[in-house]
């Protein structure tokens, strides 16, 4: 099984919309959770840390849920801008090794 | 503010060339990694530094070496370079596992 699993998507959806999606991960030691944001061809980029809480950046909410093992993304009023490919990741507890999901894409239409 | 700087961008090898990929944070992160992604497959760890003067093996390991010449700089080496290996690498540091990583812009290889 693969330490972190997500949807590959595509997800089409109109501009406005708001779309939300899904990672799960196997290691129940798992402290530190992420999303990155990766462009076409280019690096991926830190989008925001995902707390125990849940937490919220601008259109961008992020959730945690320890007992299922999953995270989830949820973009709110998508935007053109927003088209991208989303990646999950994780990092075990004491550990510096930071694991990626293959990641879930996102196409916004006008 | 360079961030994370890789070289080179592009490289074409043939198969059995050696070259080393080089790494360079200025943000002062103790954490340093190499990952390669290919279609389908997301990032795969190769090798990390988890603090100046230590290397650990990742996932995909073979055929690479790394060498962690000071606090800022990693640097990875393909030896005898394989067609698998034709990917796109990103280096990336990290202040502490628990804020995430910053990446370089990364390395397209083609190995023919």
């Known amino acids: 099984r693969k330490e972190v699993e997500q949807d590959p998507g595509p997800f089409n959806v109109p501009e406005g919309a708001t779309v939300a999606f899904n990672c799960t991960y196997s290691?129940?030691?798992?402290?530190?959770f992420f999303w990155y944001r990766q462009d076409c061809r280019k690096e991926p980029k830190l989008l925001m840390s995902?707390?125990?809480s849940g937490n919220e950046d601008g259109r961008f909410t992020a959730q945690l849920n320890r007992a299922s093992q999953y995270i989830s993304l949820l973009i709110r009023d998508s935007k053109l801008s927003d088209s991208a490919t989303y990646l999950c990741?994780?990092?075990?507890?004491?550990?510096?090794?930071?694991?990626f999901g293959a990641g879930t894409t996102v196409t916004v239409r006008a | 503010n360079a961030g994370v700087t890789q070289t080179p961008k592009f490289q074409v090898l043939k198969t059995g060339q050696s070259m080393t990929l080089q790494c360079a944070q200025d943000?002062?992160?103790?954490?340093m990694y190499w990952y390669r992604q290919d279609p389908g497959m997301g990032l795969r760890l190769i090798y990390y530094?988890?603090?100046?003067?230590?290397?650990d093996k990742g996932e995909v390991p073979n055929g690479y070496n790394v060498s962690r010449l000071n606090k800022r700089e990693f640097s990875l080496r393909l030896e005898s370079a394989a067609p698998s290996q034709t990917s796109v690498y990103f280096c990336?540091?990290?202040?502490?596992?628990?804020?995430?990583?910053?990446f370089g812009q990364g390395t397209r290889l083609t190995v023919v």
């Open positions: 990336a540091s990290s202040d502490a596992p628990k804020k995430g990583a910053f």
């Open positions: 290691n129940s030691a798992s402290q530190s």
């Open positions: 995902v707390y125990s």
């Open positions: 990741v994780v990092t075990p507890s004491n550990d510096y090794k930071l694991s």
């Open positions: 943000m002062n992160h103790n954490s």
């Open positions: 530094s988890a603090s100046e003067g230590t290397t």
